[in-house]
């Protein structure tokens, strides 16, 4: 199958393995054929509708799919009928009426008759977020819409899709947010930011870390060692090696004391102190008392989760494994 160039480095790749698709019902699906090495579309009962006679082919997205023919891109209806000649030296699936095109080493997005919404001319783009698309011109990087026009021309270092309104950009090696106007809403400041979530975004000064609100007011002031992500309305954060954990107001629910924190779950988080295991609640009190040797994880290899299932977890005390629920009390 094709191998797309990433075309920016926050952008997520294209490339699509016909084979490993799994069969959908109403849906036609690409197949190789094993003599001529050539793309053609089947239905789901097998049935060839579309000859195989492609170098190349993609699913089906909204109604089309992208198609390589003498090693030019196009896109075909569900009949077979050619929409968009294969003319582009790569493209990716359509999202949302747009598909993104590469010619001649620039890019651009078409919509499902072909037309050329955003000029294939930029060096990089990234996909749509929020109606609004990051794109790269000479270095510097900018903001289209939907009807192609350039709504912040390229001027930043660097840029971030829009989320919750706002986007990160970067400016003399500095990283703050605009709005879809372009208007600073925090100033070009931080040395890292990343992107709002639920009104709050991590920004990093001084290889301290903290969160800013979307007035750019510091909600946690950037002085931790390191921070976690939001879980049931507190985050983690460390400062000298400890770590505790802090509300969306700023508030310290818990002071950084412990020496291993994880995230809630069923309302509970696990903490360790001195190599023993305990559980705290989002309110920041010691439910479960930290006297445990160990505690069990859950879920597969390589996605371990440590915290309660169902309502009870299993830990280990006095050479023994046993199950606890949330009072602390021994159960089956």
């Known amino acids: 199958m094709k191998r797309i160039i990433l075309c920016f480095l926050l952008m997520a790749g294209f490339t699509a393995q016909a084979q490993t698709i799994n069969i959908n019902l109403g849906r036609l699906l690409p197949v190789k054929d094993s003599q001529t090495g050539k793309y053609g579309y089947q239905n789901a009962d097998g049935k060839m509708v579309v000859a195989p006679k492609y170098d190349n082919a993609d699913a089906f997205s909204e109604g089309l799919a992208a198609v390589q023919f003498n090693r030019k891109w196009g896109f075909i209806d569900q009949t077979g009928k050619e929409i968009v000649p294969p003319k582009y030296d790569d493209a990716g699936t359509f999202s949302d009426g747009l598909a993104v095109v590469y010619l001649n080493a620039k890019w651009g997005f078409i919509d499902k008759t072909g037309k050329e919404i955003v000029s294939v001319k930029y060096d990089a783009v990234n996909l749509f977020s929020e109606g609004v698309a990051v794109v790269k011109m000479a270095g510097k990087f900018g903001f289209v819409d939907k009807t192609g026009k350039e709504i912040i021309a390229p001027k930043y270092q660097n840029a971030d899709n829009f989320q919750e309104g706002l986007a990160t950009i970067q400016l003399n090696n500095k990283w703050g947010f605009i709005n879809k106007t372009g208007k600073e809403i925090v100033p070009p400041k931080y040395d890292d930011a990343g992107k709002f979530n639920d009104g709050l975004a991590a920004v990093l000064l001084n290889n301290k870390n903290g969160f800013i609100d979307k007035t ?40 950084p004391k412990y020496d291993d924190v994880h995230p809630l779950m069923e309302g509970m988080a696990l903490v360790g102190l001195g190599g023993k295991y305990g559980f705290i609640d989002a309110g920041g009190n010691e439910v479960i008392p930290v006297q445990y040797e160990s505690i069990y994880p859950i879920g597969p290899k390589g996605q371990e989760r440590y915290g309660f299932q169902n309502g009870k977890v299993k830990v280990w005390q006095n050479q023994r494994a046993f199950y606890i629920d949330k009072t602390g009390k021994e159960v089956q």
């Open 216 to 255: 750019g007011k510091e909600i946690v002031p950037p002085k931790y060692d390191m921070v976690g992500a939001f879980s049931d309305r507190i985050i983690a954060v460390a400062l000298n090696n400890k770590w505790g954990f802090m509300d969306k107001t700023g508030k310290e629910v818990v002071p």
